[in-house]
Antibody
Framework: QVQLQQWGAGLLKPSETLSLTCAVY????????WSWIRRPPGKGLEWIGD???????YFNPSLKSRVTISIDTSKSQFSLKLISLTAADTAVYFC??????????????WGQGTLVTVSS | QSVLTQPPSASGTPGQRVTISCSGS????????VYWYQEVPGTAPKLLIY???QRPSGVPDRVSGSKSGTSASLAISGLRSDDEADYYC???????????FGGGTKLSVL
């Protein structure tokens, strides 16, 4: 049974950089895309981007200029960096496995979520 | 604004049937499979429906999904108190080149 566990700083100031890491336990790391998704307070889910074992990445165009997603296959971990934070980046951030092809948003399982608050 | 449109809230009494709609366009729902997720506050989202109307193992058959044209629906019958949650639809958007979600529907069991 694959499980995802994520961690990272939860309180950041405007202009700082968000950094989150997600570890994959109990299953194969290869053959899947690994994703980041966020949910701002009172709003719906928003796809941030994903990466596969080979390091191929895809990003939401609205965030592409500020996002980096990287992968460490030796540790079965993948990470998210989001620069130049503003209050609009306040959200619960989730990591997830993309279970099927990239054009099918079949996310399973998910990490537990990390509330990131951007405030001065 | 979310790419997919859902009603912000829905409600029903125990035992009732409730439906949640999800409206999109030809660039997303019209051409691609729809997925539904349940998010109970404080927990990670859980997949309820995949490929329009398929249930993962463990999801009861009182939960069903359907799709017609550029819209989709999630139906929950025999409503229970533990169905109270936020529900999100999702699909692929050919214009975006990535997955898109609805704004979420908060289901209350009165």
């Amino acid at each position: 049974q694959v499980q995802l566990q994520q961690w990272g700083a939860g309180l950041l100031k405007p202009s700082e950089t968000l950094s989150l890491t997600c570890a994959v336990y109990g299953g194969s790391f290869s053959g899947y895309f690994w994703s980041w998704i966020r949910r701002p307070p009172g709003k719906g889910l928003e796809w941030i981007g994903d990466i596969n074992r080979s390091g191929s990445t895809y990003f939401n165009p609205s965030l592409k200029s500020r996002v980096t997603i990287s992968i460490d296959t030796s540790k079965s971990q993948f990470s998210l960096k989001l620069i130049s934070l503003t209050a609009a980046d306040t959200a619960v951030y989730f990591c997830a496995r993309l279970y099927s092809a990239r054009n099918q948003p079949w996310f399973d399982p998910w990490g537990q979520g990390t509330l990131v608050t951007v405030s001065s | 604004q979310s790419v997919l449109t859902q009603p912000p809230s829905a409600s029903g009494t125990p035992g009732q049937r409730v439906t949640i709609s999800c409206s999109g366009s030809s660039a997303n729902i019209g051409r691609n499979y729809v997925y539904w997720y349940q998010e109970v506050p404080g927990t990670a989202p859980k997949l309820l429906i995949y490929r329009n109307n398929q249930r993962p193992s463990g999801v009861p058959d009182r939960v069903s999904g359907s799709k017609s044209g550029t819209s989709a629906s999630l139906a929950i019958s025999g409503l229970r108190s533990d169905d109270e949650a936020d529900y999100y639809c999702a699909t692929w958007d050919d214009s975006l080149g990535g997955p898109v979600f609805g704004g979420g529907t908060k289901l209350s069991v009165l």
